[in-house]
């Protein structure tokens, strides 16, 4: 089974704070995203990334960054966290699109609240 | 430009009825796939089904079952003899070929099932 795990399930932190959420996946996928979750938004790609050391931005990139040194680890950066990104935010792994394989399996979500 | 759309905002039902959940999607592209997601109360996304632009059998596993139709654009899901296990937020989602492999989710469906 494909196995996407987050570092934290709840995460409650003060505006201004530097935030790092990681995401790991036991399935050597190439693909790995960053989403928010918002009540009447939907669902919404903050980043992705398809190699390691490579990113691209999805739709709402602004006030966030990320890294990915390994093949396995994907991290989702909030230089400075603001009350308008407490959200949940989903991670994601895929293999490159096409041939069957690349439906993306998530992460259980980390519900971030920043005061 | 590619689109998903879930109308059915909110349906509620009483156990063992049948329920359609609808789910029409706009694109180009020739090669696409569809899915199907559930999030049930605990936030995980939970991966139901996957289907490409080329195969339009109808699936079916265990009382779920979907109804692919191209010349409507639309992947429609079916859960008969609902169960209470059953309540949760479904979304639909496109992925294609000109938007590699990106998924673009639909606003979801809370389905609540009644005892």
């Known amino acids: 089974d494909v196995k996407v795990t987050q570092s934290s399930r709840y995460l409650v932190k003060r505006t201004g704070e530097k935030v790092f959420l990681e995401c790991v996946q036991d399935?050597?996928?190439?693909?790995m995203f960053w989403y928010r979750q918002d009540p009447g938004l939907g669902l919404r790609l903050i980043y992705f990334s398809y190699d390691v050391k490579m990113k691209e931005k999805g739709d709402i990139p602004e006030g966030y960054s990320v890294s990915r040194e390994k093949k396995e680890r994907f991290s989702l950066i909030l230089e400075s966290a603001s009350t308008n990104q407490t959200s949940m935010y989903l991670c994601?792994?895929?293999?490159?699109f096409g041939g069957g394989t690349d439906t993306q399996y998530f992460g259980p979500g980390t519900r971030l609240t920043v005061l | 430009a590619q689109k998903v759309t879930q109308a059915q905002t909110e349906i509620s039902v009483v156990e063992k009825e049948d329920v359609t959940l609808d789910c029409v999607y706009e694109t180009r592209d020739t090669t696409y796939y569809l899915f199907w997601y559930k999030q049930p109360p605990s936030g995980e996304l939970v991966f139901l089904i996957r289907r490409n632009s080329f195969d339009e059998q109808n699936e079916i596993s265990g009382r779920y079952s979907w109804n692919f139709q191209k010349s409507t654009s639309s992947f429609n899901f079916t859960i008969t003899a609902s169960q209470v296990v059953d309540s949760a937020v479904y979304f639909c989602a496109l992925s294609a070929s000109s938007n590699t492999g990106k998924l673009i989710f639909g606003q979801g469906t809370t389905l609540q099932v009644k005892p």
């Open positions: 994601a792994s895929s293999r490159p």
């Open positions: 399935m050597d996928h190439e693909n």
